[in-house]
């Protein structure tokens, strides 16, 4: 996942350049996002100009303005067709349970303060991490009853390939749910309403939408925009989901991307079970 790109120059490449008998330049490039890979390779050749008109000076000049004075040979790997389908869906997979989970459970316990059940919750002798988990639990099911259609459609629709192994996506995606399960419990016992709750989801969950790379290519932001982008988990389990599903990665490859959301689900459980002994006390 940390190289997009192998650039291999034959050998003799400055000779056989010289000589007129077009050298190749072979590029490997992880098609997965095909808008980030068109784009570098539209640059790579630009680049290649650049420096032929910079270096070919004097009898070797009439080589810099020739378009087929080197070979450079593209192999797109895991999407060679550029199929934008294989890379929104697996994406859709993130976006669809964040959006609805976040949300969903942001009205959990505010629902309960507007109905005037929550004196009963906070009297119930029960401790914080348990009523969370209460709360969690029964909405696990439904995110990975969303999996299953939005997998199903992308399969039958769209004939998304699936490399690697579903138990894998499967596992990751019940961390990915905690995640967004944590941040809604954490908002609904920081929020007064309903509406208070749902604005606080859709409010944290635009710029991760904007930030995870699902929108836009995630190396070609600026710098402080990956640092910020890299908080989200949304960001590193879009990078699970297209991983197994396109390359065919194992658990070795996706631990990287696991534990930046094991640590989101810490933090977020944290700020919840604190808040909620606030409110009990």
């Known amino acids: 996942g940390e190289v997009q790109f192998v650039i291999d120059i034959s050998e003799n490449f400055t000779r056989d350049l010289l000589r007129g008998d077009r050298p190749a330049i072979l590029v490997e490039a992880d098609a997965t996002d095909p808008a980030a890979t068109s784009n570098a390779i539209g640059s790579l050749r630009t680049l290649l100009n650049t420096a032929l008109q910079n270096d070919l000076k004097g009898p070797f000049a009439f080589l810099a303005g020739e378009d087929n004075s080197i070979d450079l040979r ?26 609805t989970m976040t949300v969903v459970t942001g009205l959990a316990i505010t629902r309960e303060r507007e109905r ?11 401790r914080p991490i348990e009523v969370m988990t209460g709360k969690i639990i029964p909405y696990i099911l439904v995110g990975y009853i969303q999996l299953l259609l939005i997998l199903s459609a992308g399969y039958f629709l769209f004939r998304v390939p699936m490399e690697g192994n579903l138990l894998l996506l499967f596992a990751a995606a019940l961390i990915f749910i905690i995640a967004t399960l944590a941040v ?14 749902v604005q606080m989801g859709w409010f944290f969950f635009l710029p991760s939408l904007l930030l995870s790379g ?4 995630f190396r070609g932001m600026p710098h402080w925009a990956q640092m910020v982008g890299e908080l989200f988990p949304l960001t ?9 599903l396109l ?19 810490a933090f977020a ?7 909620y002994r606030r409110t009990i006390d």
């Open 214 to 217: 699902f929108m836009f290519p």
């Open 269 to 275: 459980m944290t700020v919840a079970v604190k808040r």
């Open 116 to 126: 005037g059940t929550m004196e009963t919750l906070l009297s119930m002798p029960t």
């Open 74 to 99: 593209i192999h797109a790997l895991y999407n060679p067709e550029a199929i934008t389908q294989y890379n929104i869906v697996p994406g859709l997979i993130g976006v669809m349970l964040q959006m």
């Open 184 to 197: 809604g419990i954490t908002f609904s016992t920081v929020a007064q309403n309903q509406l208070q709750a």
């Open 247 to 265: 390359k065919g990665n194992g658990l070795h490859d996706i631990i990287p991307e696991i534990w930046p959301i094991v640590l989101f689900i």
């Open 236 to 244: 590193h389990f879009l990078r699970i989901a297209r991983g197994i």
